[in-house]
């Protein structure tokens, strides 16, 4: 990769996650739920040429902190983002819950993976745990609820040197933000200056009308890109052109990560490869 932006890789530790778009699916017990171990997952990672990789955890009491700082630092790889998916897909939290309970634990949970991902000096991500509206949360509720949470956890990560990552969904998983143009207006107006966003393809493929002129509009709000075709699958297997993208991150001075969560199709291996190489083709743009 170019040295203004970096390459990384997916990989799932969360078994409920089996069929989401990771890369690679990873437990120490290579139980039913996970074709290969952490430590295959660095290695395949490394010798591909990846930068980084970013990790899907259950939580942070079982992240598995001494063996994932022993494997980044064998195979020459940085940790770019830590999602907290898990606690939506595993636990049932979300940040728009009615139940002033379930909210306060979503919150923790994120607060709990903020603090692990600091650590590697890494951000963490909210995505599906932003939840959505309900007859007993509208829209005005919901999103007083967002911006709360999205402060308090947004001067955490701070606290760590780090910024904290939003990422608005596409209609079919979230009504709170679907466009980038929306969330930063939202982010802007409501102080959220700990906060970047997390600008998914995929997503983008389905709400934008011309992603590369959306990413030039929200400039410096763009803190990581999820890097995936307009099928989830790797970069050049669907219909999305990555040129003009990967020109506008360079217009807009973008020297974050690409990082490739995809559907791990044909297999794991291939869409990692698959990704590595749009990401050297795509390093020659200038």
Not at 122 to 145: C, E, H, K, N
Not at 191 to 214: K, W, Y
């Amino acid at each position: 990769m170019s040295s203004d932006m970096k390459s990384a890789v997916t990989i799932a530790l969360v078994p409920e996650a089996r069929r989401g778009p990771f890369v690679f699916h990873a437990c120490p017990d290579l139980s039913a739920a996970c074709d290969v171990t952490l430590e295959e997952c660095c290695e395949r990672a490394a010798e591909l040429g990846f930068d980084s990789v970013e990790i899907f955890p259950p939580d942070s009491e079982t992240f598995p902190r001494e063996e994932l700082r022993a494997l980044l630092s064998a195979h020459g790889l940085g940790l770019a983002a830590v999602g907290t998916g898990a606690g939506w897909v595993k636990h049932g939290l979300q940040l728009c819950d009615a139940d002033a309970t379930k909210r306060a634990a979503g919150a923790a949970f994120i607060a709990g993976i903020i603090d692990v991902a600091a650590e590697f000096g890494a951000p963490a991500i909210i995505g599906s745990m932003q939840g959505r509206t309900s007859p007993t949360v509208p829209r005005d509720a919901a999103l007083d609820l967002l911006a709360d949470a999205l402060a308090t956890l947004g001067e955490r990560a701070a606290g760590h040197g780090q910024v904290l990552l939003y990422e608005p969904l596409n209609r079919y998983e979230t009504d709170l933000f679907n466009r980038q143009a929306d969330a930063t207006a939202f982010l802007e107006a409501r102080g959220l200056g700990h906060v970047r966003l997390l600008c998914d393809l995929f997503h983008m493929n389905i709400e934008e009308a011309d992603i590369a002129e959306t990413l030039r509009g929200i400039g410096r709000h763009v803190g990581h890109v999820h890097w995936a075709d307009s099928n989830r699958r790797a970069m050049g297997l669907g219909h999305t052109p990555p040129e003009p993208i990967v020109q506008a991150l360079r217009d807009i001075g973008f020297a974050g990560h690409l990082s490739a969560e995809v559907f791990p199709l044909p297999s794991s291996d291939e869409a990692a490869a698959a990704s590595i190489e749009s990401f050297r083709l795509n390093a020659r743009l200038q």
